[in-house]
């Protein structure tokens, strides 16, 4: 048996889902993301057509942007989930929750268009996030780039494929042979980018840029590693089976597990520092040097 081919070991051993199940979870994610790139496709290079809005904090004080394609296609998924499981619950970066706060096993995080700086200028490596959660665990993820149609699939408990081909990290066994990405040297707290510029220096390669694509490329042996920081749960929730189902490992800068408790009463602070590697080695080797001194 070729080794993409293997079973891997379940990461979250408490997690028992039916098969059929997650066929159906899997078929409805599918068209999620087709819906919401439908939508993507119909803006993408016609900047007359996209709105911006700014997005503020509680001191009135812009931290990122949306476009109207990102509500438009957060919209298109929500109808699409919502139609085919209507006792579940929707987090999306743009309308929260949905249909109402309350709790649920299973919880669908979406993020429309993660990367929308580079979207709203023309850059097709943007891309449609999709998580499902199981008692807040992640069980699925798909990273969706619709305009270059890359679209990755992980799942828990099975090989993640990309356009339904399986996909495996390269083996990276110091970080000074490393490729590293990151969105930008820019996006880090003063401490934190001290800490980032400490790894920086050790890989062979930096690079920026690329955004949610850049954990796609990860998955499928093109990148080692990838460090980033003040990310909500609907940016990087997908990443987990994505990555850990190509033999891959994502925490937080700490080397934690993630965790998001799916609850709307779950008032925890929801900014994270995560950093994914395709082998131990050089995930362990980073570490070492994002620790916050």
Known sequence: MCDLCKP????????????ELLDDF??????AADAAGDVVKQFFGKPHLIQTFDKCDEDG???EQATSADIAAEDAMISVIIRNFPNHLVFGEERGWFPEARNADYVWVLDPIDGT??????????????ALLYKSKPILGIIDQPILQRRWVGVHGR???????????????HLSRATLYASSPFHFSDEEQEAFHRVTAKVQEPMFGAECFTYGLLASGFVDVVVQSFLGPY???AFIPIIEGAGGIVTDWDGQKLQWEASPDFTAPTYYRIIAAGD????????EYLRII
């Open 235 to 237: 940016d990087f929730l």
């Open 61 to 63: 004080c812009i931290v």
């Open 117 to 130: 700086t580079s979207f709203k200028n023309g850059v097709p490596l943007f891309g449609t996030l999709i």
């Open 280 to 287: 131990d080695r050089v995930h362990q080797d980073a570490l």
């Open 26 to 31: 899997i078929r409805v994610a599918n068209e």
């Open 159 to 173: 090989r993640t494929t990309m356009d339904g081909r399986p996909v495996q990290t390269r083996p990276c066994h």
């Open 8 to 19: 891997l070991a379940l990461a979250n051993h408490d997690v028992d889902i039916k098969h």
